[in-house]
């Protein structure tokens, strides 16, 4: 039962346009979503998060969005830059889990020149 | 200055023996983590430690065990590997409980054959 799903393994996206990632979840109880950014050979690296009191959070060229009732959110990456070319993995927690983070199985980000 | 460095990063070995893969972190963290990549990449967690104690241990068999000699160490012994083994085990590490902002080592490879 995999509480967060990224249903898509890959996206290509022109340089300059926005790049939409998306997320869904199950468990009505996380109050704490993350997106992580992650290079070939390395390991995630933060990227940005949103707690569940929230339906936006910005971080200059990164928004996430956060649909509670629709138990979706959404990274935006505006402009997409070729640096930009990752996976990228969603994920989330509730406060009694003990700082477990579900993750889900990425997208690929693939942003061309 | 690696912020969270494991050792090895690749490793191969064949099925029924044991090994440890060591993960050290120089953040002055309190919490640590092994994940477990496996082949369809989605990343479950295997065990959490906060300042030398186990907090999360999510039924992993009892062959893997985790040592955590002092709060910057989080080793990993594997008995008697199994071809189901092989993923990519990544340790991290966050400054408390319930702080999400992970910092993941760089990962480690294992291939049982």
């Known amino acids: 039962d995999q509480q967060v799903k990224q249903n898509s393994p890959s996206l290509s996206v022109q340089e300059g346009r926005i790049s939409i990632l998306n997320c869904d979840y199950t468990n009505s109880m996380f109050d704490y979503f993350l997106w992580y950014k992650k290079y070939p050979a390395e390991g995630p690296t933060f990227l940005i998060s949103i707690s569940s009191i929230k339906d936006k959070n910005e971080d200059g060229r990164f928004t996430v969005f956060l649909n509670k009732s629709a138990k979706h959110l959404s990274l935006h990456i505006v402009p997409s830059q070729p640096g930009d070319s990752a996976v990228y993995f969603c994920a989330a927690s509730d406060n009694n889990q003990g700082g477990k983070l579900i993750f889900g199985q990425g997208t690929e980000l693939s942003v061309k020149p | 200055d690696t912020a969270v460095s494991q050792t090895p990063k690749y490793l191969v070995t064949q099925m029924g023996n044991d090994k440890s893969i060591k993960c050290e972190q120089n953040l002055g963290h309190d919490t640590m983590y092994w994940y477990k990549q496996d082949s369809k990449k989605f990343l479950k967690i295997m065990f959490s430690?906060?300042?030398?104690?186990?907090?999360i241990n999510e039924t992993v068999p009892n062959r893997f065990s985790p040592k955590s000699p002092d709060k910057a160490h989080l080793n990993l012994h594997i008995n008697s590997l199994e071809l189901g083994d092989s993923a990519v085990y990544f340790c991290?590490?966050?400054?408390?409980?319930?702080?999400?902002?992970?910092?993941f080592g760089s990962g480690t490879r294992l291939t049982v054959v």
């Open positions: 430690y906060n300042n030398k104690e186990l907090i």
């Open positions: 991290a590490s966050s400054p408390r409980l319930e702080n999400y902002g992970y910092t």
